[in-house]
């Protein structure tokens, strides 16, 4: 019985010890180092090796490393077969984190400062109180959730939109369409924590900007294709958005060429908001594989109709 | 009898409307609007007015707008007259929020990812989790104490250095002497909020940074006159340091010529990082007006001794 780690090359190492205290019964093999491929019962991946299927044909679980499973090809994971997306405190910490200095960083109009530092300027700005600002989190997974209720905490006015219904103290919860509409023409600073699906997909366009107050900022935080570039692109021209912090686009890494490196309101990180953390995770993936053998529901089971 | 205000004129404004419906038999004037200097009780100022003893030779009390009184002469001020510095919950939640957006972007390597954007560089670092990140505050009065609970709440592990000693649940609290020196060997971000005083000016120096962990990272948010503008240089050209966050400088508007503007890794903000709000402040004033008036104590009352 097996298990087999097919990422970032250190986080496995540190897996691999902490399986061999807590679940020496596994054999734990890091790609491509697989002896016997019939073995395989769990894999763990971000690009999962190609023809699943039939390269391990007694496997019982899918684990992402990351918090989505957009990189994955779900029709290629036979039906019988549970996905699982990795929820764990360490990356729930980082998005946190992430958010919290991108929304301060907006609010504070820090990339103004970036911006005028690069031309000499000492030009201060009047500070605005956090209860003026209204926060909008598109998402409220476990993510969207924690991201939200730090912001609260710092006094800002908070809304979450979500496909399905949630209820957060100090938090206006909108759904649906018409939430949507809502919920954008009172978000001064939008985040995006969508998971990645058909219907998500290119969300972050002219038709939505259209619907933000003028002068909002963007964060996006959930992926690249979230965002049609050519729109934002065209949102800031028009001065529809004052700025954008992007921690993911559409190609990554984002060719030398493209012009959101030059551009003085975009300011760019290169897909480092949450990140799998190696102690915390590997807990979460023992425990689900304990949950797995004993018929108990998974942390982060995806939905594939959903897709999510 | 009348209250004189010279500051930003915006919030002068503000002030004027809120004491003439809070305190009507209060006159306020807006500087230099003065009809009768010998009817000046009150003085509220960033940088008073030459003279004040003899131009002003009934002032009961004079407030600064701003949290410290380092602006100020306090020889000039006679000594039978309180001097006052803005404690206002609207200052201290802009500091909280700066410090909080600061040690995050430190914490997130933002100042490494703003230099690669200039350069068109994609290049992930590994994120650390904040319970790995040692976080110092030089300064534990009614900012620093508010900034170390913020940052706490983040899981950082969190110290605070003062002149007087201070307990505060979950923060290492060192003081003294011997206290500095435990205190920065510790500290891998340090954040300064001390008074500028006497004792304190220049006190970030080669001899501080060499106490530091190598590659801690500064953040000046104290006053310009707290930093030795070239033993910072030297310890970034060492890599002593790697990084400082500047929201004050010795001369402001930084000269357009001075070399911080172009710095990769310093990061310049114009002084904003707290600001007085018009009407949190006012409350505050007509406060310590009511408690001057029945002899209570003052809340923010200066220390000429301690000069702060």
């Known amino acids: 019985m097996s298990f087999l780690y097919k990422s970032e090359p250190l986080r496995g190492a540190r897996w691999a010890e902490l399986f061999a205290a807590r679940a020496p019964e596994i054999d734990f093999h890091i790609w491509p180092a697989v002896d016997d491929p019939s073995q395989v019962r769990y894999l763990a991946a971000w690009q999962p090796p190609e023809n699943i299927a039939e390269t391990f044909p007694n496997l019982e679980l899918v684990f992402s490393v990351g918090a989505g499973v957009d990189q994955f090809d779900l029709s290629c994971i036979p039906e019988h077969i549970p996905v699982v997306r990795m929820i764990e405190p360490g990356l729930i910490a980082g998005v946190v984190e992430y958010a919290t200095l991108a929304v301060l960083a907006a ?16 030009r201060p700005k009047p500070v605005c109180t956090a209860d003026s600002r209204r926060v909008g989190v598109m998402g409220m997974g476990v993510l969207g959730r924690a991201v939200l209720e730090k912001l609260r905490d710092f006094g800002f006015r908070c809304a979450g939109w979500s496909r399905s219904e949630h209820n957060l103290p100090g938090i206006e919860c909108y759904t649906g369409e018409q939430g949507l509409e809502d919920f954008l023409e009172r978000s001064d600073i939008l985040v995006c924590l969508l998971p990645l699906t058909d219907s998500t997909r290119g969300i972050l366009s002219t038709e939505l900007f259209r619907q933000l107050p003028k002068g909002a900022v963007l964060i996006n935080m959930g992926r690249g294709d979230h965002l049609i570039e050519e729109d934002l692109l065209d949102a800031l021209y028009r001065d529809r958005l004052s700025a954008a912090i992007l921690d993911v686009c559409s190609v990554e890494p984002l060719p030398k060429e493209h012009i959101f490196w030059r551009h003085p309101r975009i300011l760019l990180t290169p897909h480092i908001a949450g990140m799998t953390q190696a102690d915390s995770s590997a807990e979460i993936v023992l425990d689900n594989l304990r949950r797995h053998r004993e018929g108990a529901p998974l942390v982060g089971l995806v939905n594939r109709e959903r897709g999510y």
């Open 107 to 122: 609010h504070r109009d820090w990339i103004t400062y970036i911006a005028q530092q690069q031309q000499g300027q000492w």
